[in-house]
């Protein structure tokens, strides 16, 4: 077996500049570097988690030989994840001649600036839409700047501006485009098949060759902090201040990031984003179709990865309860063994999961429902797009001939410790006739399976009577009566 080739550099383009840096804190964020060490003060930190969009930057990556730019949150962004990439800042945009680009003239034209603080990245963020969709709708801008926050207010003015975008044409010489070709062979280039390896003993930064390479390193360093998309870990550092070092970055790993299906399986290697996997998903398994679209911003959906929230085991983890609910297995690999368990099986306790030292999750298999079953999840929040949830219930049923519970598997997030099955109340639907008399009955078995806690998202009480309240929705959905959903403002209009 040959040799693993070590590089002691991090490579990738800036705007249209290579860089080559043989120092680098395993825990340097993207935005620090722009602005401490290259002085491109656009890229702005607001909330430094991810939430604001301020720091909205592009990131360009090859994907099966393909060059994909996504919006991406600067701040909670490592410096060592972007190995091959091309990272692109608002101050590419202009041109040489000093003419605004298409998208920051919009802007100006329609009065979409005010403060100016968030400006940068609602120009990233709608450069980002308008690359692949020139013309889009309004719910396509929404759903593009769910992560970018205006202080003062003017959406109405945004909005405006991202609908004329398109009335102004590629006229204007557009960076991304005219570099496209160059780029992407230049990011070529930089693929030399090589680890990456900056510092010494503890405070190390590791990028993995392929994934083979990267079950060696976790085998060998099972106290390294593993980085996905950061998008959680990235906060263990701007906001807990917590040392995370070693740090070994897989989300650049191809091998990590297909999506297939097979005999009625998806299979989600652990490296796939939501961005990835909604669209095959969201075909497949409908309802998963709007709970990712309102899994935090675009720039995070860009960036988190569907085995990155299982294997960080949070208790308000998103895809979990719908997984667990589905049937879900997981493949969880150390060297080159490999072993699968029920997705269920797999979160102990808060923060203990069923991971042997140097283990790491591989993959993860989602059942598509059969023919008749009924599936659904609900997710309760404050607010609507980007917020964390407080309470999540998943529900699958299968009725037998003669309208009774034949199967039912509910599962939550946000009740307990771990995400967990609701047993107690499974057991109370199952046999029994698929009707209101009985799921009311059913409803009273919650407190046998969750003793949920108050925090800053929700009471105990909250929960408790939400998590019910769900499972009656379920009901009234699955007997046809559709109940009443939230709809965009342009929809309810």
């Known amino acids: 077996m040959a040799k693993t080739k070590i590089r002691s550099q991090l490579r990738f383009i800036l705007n249209g500049q290579d860089v080559a840096l043989d120092t680098v804190a395993p825990d340097e964020t993207l935005l620090d570097f722009l602005r401490l060490s290259r002085s491109l003060k656009g890229t702005k930190e607001g909330c430094a988690e991810g939430d604001c969009g301020a720091c909205t930057v592009l990131v360009g990556r090859l994907s099966a030989g393909t060059l994909v730019y996504e919006s991406v949150n600067a701040c909670i962004r490592f410096l060592g994840s972007l190995d091959g990439t091309h990272v692109v800042t608002v101050e590419h945009l202009a041109g040489t001649d000093g003419h605004l680009h298409p998208v920051q003239q919009a802007m100006v034209d329609f009065h979409g600036s005010q403060c100016g603080f968030c400006t940068p990245g609602f120009v990233m963020s709608l450069y980002g839409l308008w690359m692949k969709s020139p013309d889009p709708?309004?719910?396509?801008?929404?759903?593009?700047?769910?992560?970018n926050l205006c202080r003062c207010t003017g959406y109405e003015a945004i909005m405006r501006a991202a609908h004329a975008i398109s009335t102004y044409g590629k006229a204007s010489k557009d960076p991304l485009l005219a570099e496209r070709k160059a780029i992407t062979q230049r990011l070529t280039a930089l693929r030399d098949g090589a680890r990456v390896e900056i510092g010494n003993g503890k405070h190390r930064l590791i990028v993995p060759a392929d994934v083979d390479d990267f079950a060696k390193l976790r085998t060998a360093l099972p106290e390294a902090t593993v980085v996905a998309g950061s998008t959680d870990v990235g906060l263990w550092v701007t906001k807990q201040m917590r040392d995370i070092t070693p740090v070994i970055f897989i989300g650049g790993l191809e091998g990590l990031q297909s999506i297939t299906e097979d005999k009625g399986t998806v299979t989600i290697g652990a490296g796939v984003t939501y961005t990835e996997a909604?669209?095959?998903?969201?075909?497949?398994?409908?309802?998963?179709g709007p709970l990712i679209e309102r899994i935090g911003g675009q720039q995070v959906r860009n960036m988190g990865t569907i085995g990155g929230n299982i294997a960080n085991g949070s208790p308000i983890g998103d895809t979990p309860p719908p997984l667990i609910a589905l049937g879900s297995t997981l493949t969880l690999r150390k060297g080159g063994r490999r072993r699968t368990i029920p997705l269920e099986k797999f979160f102990i306790a808060y923060g203990k999961q069923d991971r042997k030292p140097g283990e790491f999750v591989e993959s993860v298999q989602v059942p598509v429902p059969a023919k008749g079953e009924k599936f659904a999840v609900y997710k309760i929040t404050k607010r609507r797009d980007e917020d964390i949830t407080a309470s999540l219930g998943a529900f699958k049923l299968a009725l037998a001939k003669d309208g009774t519970v034949k199967a039912i598997c509910i599962a939550y997030g946000g009740m307990a410790a771990t995400p967990k099955r609701a047993s107690a109340v499974e057991k109370a639907l199952i046999g029994k006739a698929w009707t209101e008399e009985t799921v009311l009955a059913a409803m009273e078995k919650y407190a046998e399976d969750f003793a949920p806690l108050t925090d800053m998202r929700a009471t105990a009480d909250y929960r408790a009577l939400a998590a019910r309240n769900l499972l009656?929705?379920?009901y009234v959905e699955t007997t046809g009566t559709k109940a009443p959903v939230q709809v965009s403002r342009y929809e309810a209009a």
Not at 137 to 147: D, F, R
């Open 137 to 147: 709708s309004n719910a396509e801008i929404e759903k593009a700047l769910q992560g």
């Open 278 to 288: 909604l669209g095959l998903l969201s075909k497949r398994v409908p309802a998963l």
């Open 472 to 474: 009656l929705r379920f």
